[in-house]
């Protein structure tokens, strides 16, 4: 279990709400695209970033985050990321909602400067997203490397919600209305890989493409 600590204790909602480790982490492996919550010269800023996971920290890109961290040494910030399930439709609109998975993170981020570190924190971004493409493609080089801001978040202060099921008014008075409710999923899928305008003739998509793209 997670440590409930003031910034990941549920106040509304807490029947949604979780600090069970394997629900992070199911959470974070879903997904590739977190949204990074930081205050820049003293304007917050919600930045979208892929990210990698290794169980124990959150890699992600960084120069908004590192700019941040160079002017407030300490401060801390906050990564959400959100899966959408369905959509909860409902006899009256009160009642409608979303079916979805959350996870939020909480800490100081660490700008890693360290070669190894680096490079296998890269390596996370780029397999959580399309695993198999990092050991396919060409690795940074040391120039795109020190280009590169890259930053850590320890997962030990973080929080889940999950919302499933039906909506909730079907035992009340709007079950007389006759009309329809019930859950409208939302399935993301992958299509068919398409080529760079660029590519040769007879350069064919990897395996890992085309098996994750359906082709």
């Not at 040391?142 to 035992?171: C, F």
Request: aromatic share 6%; proline share 8%.
């Amino acid at each position: 279990m997670l440590p409930e600590t003031d910034r990941t204790r549920h106040r509304r909602l807490r029947e949604q709400g979780s600090l069970d480790r394997a629900q992070l982490d199911a959470v974070l492996e879903a997904g590739f695209v977190c949204h990074l919550g930081v205050v820049v010269d003293g304007v917050p800023m919600v930045v979208p970033t892929v990210y990698g996971s290794d169980g124990r920290h959150l890699y992600f890109h960084g120069s908004v985050a590192s700019r941040s961290l160079v002017a407030s040494p300490g401060a801390a910030v906050c990564v959400t990321v959100t899966h959408v399930d369905g959509l909860v439709l409902a006899r009256s609109v009160f009642e409608h909602g979303v079916n979805y998975r959350s996870a939020m993170v909480y800490g100081v981020p660490r700008l890693v400067t360290d070669p190894e570190e680096k490079l296998a924190g890269l390596r996370l971004l780029t397999e959580q997203a399309t695993p198999g493409q990092w050991d396919y493609a060409r690795q940074p080089n040391r120039k795109e490397l020190a280009a590169t801001a890259l930053l850590a978040l320890s997962l030990e202060e973080a929080s889940v919600k999950i919302r499933t099921g039906a909506p909730d008014d079907g035992d009340g008075p709007d079950a007389a209305l006759g009309i329809w409710a019930g859950v409208l999923p939302l399935k993301p899928t992958w299509g068919a890989p398409e080529a760079d305008p660029l590519l040769p003739a007879g350069i064919a998509p990897p395996p890992h493409i085309t098996a994750r793209g359906g082709a």
